[in-house]
């Protein structure tokens, strides 16, 4: 393999997925190999704050001792692993629509195909790597020499990591070489990335649904997934008969999926990714929609906004952001769920409560939601609609509400599975509901005008959008800073209705300044937006 072409194609390939951060760097007078260093940053980057995050939490436990525990992680960032993985294959092998301009150049099949696997890694391993972590430490724990234990947490890794690629790689090939997918591209590509996500979801509740913990020694572990001890066997016992079944099990089937792999998707993989790329897609466009048989204005424009929400990527970004980042977040946090029955609170909660709302509409509502790419979304058909005889501040009320409905009711569901979860009062829930609407309609006030002032209409793929605006790094900073500057509101709003004699006091209070704040919020976005469709 020339390894000049690849790192060649490796760099071009770069620009495409980050293509908005690609700009922004152009701008600063970044080319060439300054240029593709500073975007292999931002993957370093995005990878350097979870292993912060997520080592510092694992750093407590001592996973010798927690299987249980042990295999609920491991789980946990397979699901996530499989996930972002067939988001990303999908992203960068179809979505792209760059095999054309590589036909006349000599690369050969092997490199485009490896340098685009390394491309996928790459947006892959940010949300898997505290699973290195664990490893090292479970090793650690277990008394194996600190170089062995980390070679043998990297050994496992990337074995399990090339397990989860390789059974993604052939749940996408094999689909995109069906006729179901050559008719319906889109309906099937979003329906395939909805059920990954639904399986994901429902296996991490699943997996926390399992409150079985084991006895006194180990009162804080939880009851092991049978399937992933062998792999706890392995740092336990790395050379014995007992970890035999692990390694055994790692390698059949990584060999297994490697042949399938190779006789059945490499030989037609050129003709494969030709024939996808090159079928015509038809973008929704409000004057074809407006052939139906609806005379209103608002139908029309309502059935055009619902057409967007075909792109195939969008809805299992939007989910991934809106619940299975957060729901990860709230597992990892409040591993214990036993410990958080609300069943007995009293009424004078309903406030900590109400901003507990408003701060988990700021951790679910991000420039990865559906609001925040609404505008975008219409591509070149946002000027058609500009020089329509229509009011435009009508046009934009009626995405915005469609972007509001769908958002506010994934954060409502998301709720109602933790108050049944945790037992809570329909008192507090009903603030907690009250308190998530109202900030999920703020975020969204923010997120849809962000969207109008960055938009772009060139776009090819829609991890373009999300990356307006400082890019993953910007959205993991926003995430985890909701996450710790709410909960430090939160906690410290909990501590003074708790053990004080202040509650009424600090509810007034508290309420004042959510108004206060809520007042101007909605004020300055009426005059910086809505006002300029007037």
Known sequence: MNKQQLRALMSVDLRLANPQVTDRYRKKGKTGAALTKKLTNQFVYNTIIFILIYGFTMFMLDFSKMPGMFTFYVGLFVLLGISQSISSIYNVFFAGKDLAS???????????????TLIVFLNVVPFTLPLLLLFFYTGWRFGIFIPLAIILAIVVFLLIMALVFLICALIVFGLTKTKLFQHHKNAVMSGLMAITMIIAVAGILLMNGSNNYAGAGASFDRAPITLLLPIYQIFKAPISLASGEGW???????????????YQVLPNLSEQLT???????NNANPHKKARRRQTKLVPILDA?????????????QVLSSSIMMPLIFILTFAMNGSAFNFGQLPVKWFGVFFVGGLVFAAMTVNQTALIANL???????FEFVRSLPISMKQYLHRKFQLGFFFQVMINILMLLIAAITFKMPL???A???VGVIWGTYLMCLHYFRRDYRLRITNWTNITQLFNRGGGNLALVATMFGSIIIGGVIVAAYAVVVGTTKLALLANVIALSVVLIVSIWFWLRSQKKFWRLFD
């Not at 024939?275 to 897609?281: A, D, I, L, R």
């Open 102 to 116: 590589y036909l006349p150049l000599p690369f050969r099949e092997k490199e485009i195909f490896f340098s685009k």
């Open 248 to 262: 055994l099990g790692l390698i059949a089937l990584l060999s297994l999926f490697a042949a399938l792999l190779k």
């Open 275 to 281: 024939q996808v790329n090159t079928t015509e897609v």
């Open 304 to 316: 055009y906004n619902r057409q967007l929400l075909k792109e195939p990527n969008l809805l299992l």
């Open 375 to 381: 505008i975008s979304l219409d591509r070149e058909n």
């Open 427 to 429: 008192v507090l829930l």
């Open 431 to 433: 603030s907690l509901i």
